[in-house]
Structures are given as C-alpha cells and as structure tokens.
C-alpha cells in the first residue's frame, strides 16, 4: 500500500533536523565503534565527519589499542618478576634454614 | 473580510518517460521520485514500468496504479497486432485516462530500449498525438559519468529531436557512479562536451548521489526508500544489521536526498520550465 504522501513528507522534515544532532554525535560513535571492532563504521556514518577528523579518530582508535596491548604485557611481566622474586626468596629462606 | 491566500497549486506535466541507453543509471528511482512527487502536489499517478519479469514487485508501491509489460514481450512483438506498439499498449490506454482523470503517468523504460523507444515514437507520432489530446509530456534522457553512458545518450537525444521534435525533452545527468567532474582534454571531458552541445538549452536535472551507499544498502536489505524512510529506527537496524544510531544516519541520508531531488524536480516538471525543452 502506498505511503500517505504528507506522512512521508513528515517524516523526511523529521529526519532532515534529527541529522543536526547525528552529526554531533557521530565522532563519540566513531570512536567507540573503532574501539569495539577495530574498523570503521559505514561510509554513510563517516561521510558526516571530515575527513581529517574520521582519520584523527581512527589513530586515537589505534593509540588506544598500543596502549591497552602494552598495559597487559607490563602486567604480564611485573607479574612473572614478582614471582621470580618470590620464588629466589623461597629458595633463599630454604637455604637459610 | 479578507480572503485568505490560497497557495497555488503546483501544475506539472501530465506524462513524464524516463529512458537511458546504459542501464544501472538509476532510472527506476528517479521513475519512483516522480511518483511521490505527482501524490506530494495531490495528484493520481500511475506508473508504467517496461522491465524484465525477473525485477517485477521491485519498487511497487510509489504509484496509485502500477502497470507492468514485461520487456520479453517485445522478442514477440511481431507476433502480435500493432507490433511493438500492441506490445505498448496498455501505456498509451494509461495516456489516454489523463485527460478524463486528471491524472499523470510516468513511464520507465528499460535499458537497451532506445532503438525501440524511437521506433514507437515514430510509429505513433507521439508528439502530435499528446498535443491533440491537450497532454503535456516531457522526455527524460539519463546519463550518468561514464563516457560510453554519455556518448548514448547524446545520439539518444538526437534521435529524439528528429523522431519528436515537439516532445519536450531533458537531460537527467545520475550521480551514481561518480561527480561529472574530471580533468580537461579527457575522454570524459570530451564526451561530456559533446552531450552538452547536443542537449542544447534543454533542462537539466542533477539527481546527486545518495552518499555512503545508503541507498545500496537498504536495496540489498529489500527496501525501497520510502519503506527505508519511514520505518522505525529500531526495525532498520535489525533489518540492516547494524547498530540503531547508523540506521539513524542512513535514513538521515536518505532523507536529504529526497529533498534535494524533490526540489530539482519539482522546478524541472514545472509546466512553464517543461516547454523549455521543445524544438520549434
């Protein structure tokens, strides 16, 4: 059945003025989407933003990501140093007695 | 007391075709356009769509009237009484119905059909034949950036001036695969000076690319736009696929270029603008 063509003229005005406040939002989505899947989201998402800010958003994407890899790898070696450390004073306290 | 002001209507043409040589131009959207625009200014309109049997049920539901010929009967035209035009038939008893209702048609024609188109127009002596009935008809040619889509084009509007001077033709330049924007001295270039010359002072429409293959992705998801339009963003992200805020974007796509479209057309279909185009 055919739209009512002043429902759909309605609905295009709504989309029309809702596109201000996607446009301010898509930068914060853009990111977290990167975040999440490491890809960016569709073209009709990143066409909203220029391009220099799609590719600035991206490298923070990507900073974040080196930065949360090297988070756990000093994790995972303070963790296996204090065991080393543990483990030579446990052989230093067996000696000792 | 004052009487107020009536806003006035908006007179548009009564027969709109829109045909191209190339195919994949985007003449069935723009032929949908259309159909929402004629309803927009409150007027009947029924769409007459010459395609392969194979694409039927796409894109139904913009018009009041759907007529369909499938584009395998004309392989049996010279079989049938009339020809080719036996074949057309059901779209000139659409033609005829303006007159006593009113109404408009739009008729999309395949890609592949110029020869064809040219053959009917002549066989029927179209022009004359609308402008005894009092129907004012405007003629589409599509084109879209490609040099061999531009160079179709340019003999199409050519065959068109000689078949049917009288018919008031445009040029519909798609904007779908690519901007008409390239070096100078290129094969594009060059081509598209060539179609310039021949369309001459004829309107010309600029229907501009939905951006971010918005309009792709929800044709592989089986919508149509206005389906895409007007449903929820909820139900088009689960019929996308993706999160509810890029369903937001795409529809938001979309919309701007209904707009944008409905606004080049709307001054394009004007009848004062529709009889630029005419060879006298």
């Known amino acids: 059945m055919p739209v009512s063509p002043s429902r759909l003229q309605e609905r295009v005005a709504y989309l029309v003025r809702r596109r201000r406040w996607i446009e301010r939002e898509a930068a914060t989505f853009v990111l977290d989407f990167y975040r999440r899947h490491r890809r960016l989201p569709p073209a009709y998402v990143t066409l909203l933003l220029p391009s220099g800010t799609v590719r600035s958003l991206r490298l923070r994407g990507e900073f974040g990501h080196l930065l949360r890899n090297f988070n756990r790898f000093s994790r995972i070696m303070m963790t296996r140093a204090i065991d080393r450390c543990r483990g030579r004073q446990d052989v230093g306290s067996q000696d000792a007695s | ?280």
């Open chain 2, 1 to 280: 007391m004052k009487t107020p002001k009536t806003q006035p209507k908006t007179d548009l043409v009564d027969l709109v075709e829109i045909g191209s040589d190339g195919t994949a131009i985007g003449k069935s959207t723009l032929a949908n356009r259309i159909s929402h625009l004629y309803r927009e200014v409150g007027r009947s309109v029924t769409c007459v769509r010459i395609e392969s049997s194979r694409r039927r049920g796409q894109d139904a539901g913009a018009a009041d009237t759907d007529i369909f010929i499938p584009l395998e009967d004309f392989t049996t035209a010279a079989t049938r009484t009339g020809g080719l035009v036996g074949v057309l038939s059901p779209m000139y008893e659409a033609a005829m119905r303006i007159p006593r209702t009113g109404g408009a048609v739009i008729v999309d024609w395949p890609g592949g059909t110029a020869g064809h188109r040219l053959e009917v127009l002549a066989a029927t002596n179209f022009d004359a034949t609308l402008a005894s009935m009092g129907i004012r008809g405007m003629s589409i040619v599509m084109t879209s950036c490609s040099a061999e889509h531009m160079a179709q084009a340019e003999r199409y509007l050519k065959g068109l001036e000689k078949v049917a001077p009288n018919l008031p033709r445009a040029l519909g330049l798609s904007g779908r695969n690519g901007p008409f924007d390239w070096p100078v001295q290129s094969e594009q270039a060059e081509a598209f000076a060539r179609l310039k010359t021949a369309a001459g002072d004829i309107p010309q429409l600029r229907i501009p690319l939905v951006a971010g293959r918005a309009l792709q992705v929800c044709s592989d998801a089986g919508l149509d736009i206005a389906s895409a339009l007007m449903l929820p963003f909820d139900k088009l992200a689960a019929r996308l696929g993706v999160h509810v805020f890029a369903a937001s974007a795409c529809a938001s796509e979309l919309a701007v270029w209904w707009q944008r479209t409905g606004a080049e057309l709307r001054k394009m279909l004007e009848v004062k603008r529709a009889d630029a185009g005419v060879t006298v």
